[in-house]
């Protein structure tokens, strides 16, 4: 019998290491091809959107179509649309397309500490004084990133701090808000679903029709990585890993992301990347580490509920009876 710890380990690092190589991709695409963030995220989500719910309307069609059939959860399904899975991919690729793909993902991982002040929000009660240390690390090492160790001075663009921690926001949201969707619905009809009315609300505002940019085997390889490997495994494996043992956990593997597009950029596009700007990093990163691996208890179920009154075997058994 698989160990759903195992499988939730195994399934962050992979999408974790899969969005850090999209994140360089992304930015070559940017600053070599002429690709707009705008059409890259309608065009990714459209497409991703087609595959995964065709993919889950095949595997499991009444239980995929069945979340229509709620009005709440239908409500939950939009706003998760919009709020979650587009936000926090426009907000990543235009935090990339200001700066580089390194330092945009280094910034997204003030996320987790987001997600520690939430749970201590609706768990009532004041953040631990790890939680705080974790915040003002946080702080710090946005502050070196940005400065670079001089307040009068700043290393980063205005916009490209304001859409990194924009993405931070994003993160947490789209940690967060799925899972009462994700334990009554099969994974990808949730992803599915988002991502085909994310992208299809804003192809009003950017057309993926109007194609643009310079179109060669360079950018069709790097798109289909990103939408393939980026999006449709790395989003899917990411969310089970969330549903099989919670936002906390998943987070510290999720470090490999950052880590993944600093080390592809910084050898392959030649991003400059100091010793300040590894000392920021390192802050970040560590705050995840402090959160993941400290003592705490588990939410209040009595607050969070349905999204954390179940538990992974409930989960599992939940899905091999769906199927």
Known sequence: MRNPAVVACILALFSALCWGIAGTLAQF???????SPEWLVTARMLVTGVLMTAFALI????VTLSVFSDRKDTLRLLS??????WSVQYTYFAAINASNAATATIIQYVGPVLIAGWYAAIEKRWPRPLEFLCLFMAIGGVFLLVTHGRPDSLSLSPMALFWGLLAAVALAVYTIQPLQLMSRYP????IGWAMLIGGGLFSLISQPWHIEGVWDPQSLSAFAFIVVFGTLLSFH???TAVKLIGARPVSLMACAEP??????????LKIPFGAYDWLGATLILGTILILTLQEQK???????KPATACTPSDLLAKDAHAE
């Not at 998760?80 to 899975?85: A, E, P, V, Y």
């Not at 880590?259 to 392959?268: H, R």
Request: cysteine-free.
């Open 237 to 239: 494996a990411y969310l």
């Open 259 to 268: 880590l993944a597009a600093a080390g592809i950029g910084i050898v392959w």
């Open 59 to 62: 595997r499991r069609p009444k």
């Open 187 to 190: 994974t990808e009809a949730v």
């Open 29 to 35: 695409l940017f600053h070599h091809k002429n690709i």
């Open 298 to 304: 588990p939410p209040n179920t009595e607050t969070v």
């Open 80 to 85: 998760f649309s919009i709020l979650g899975m």
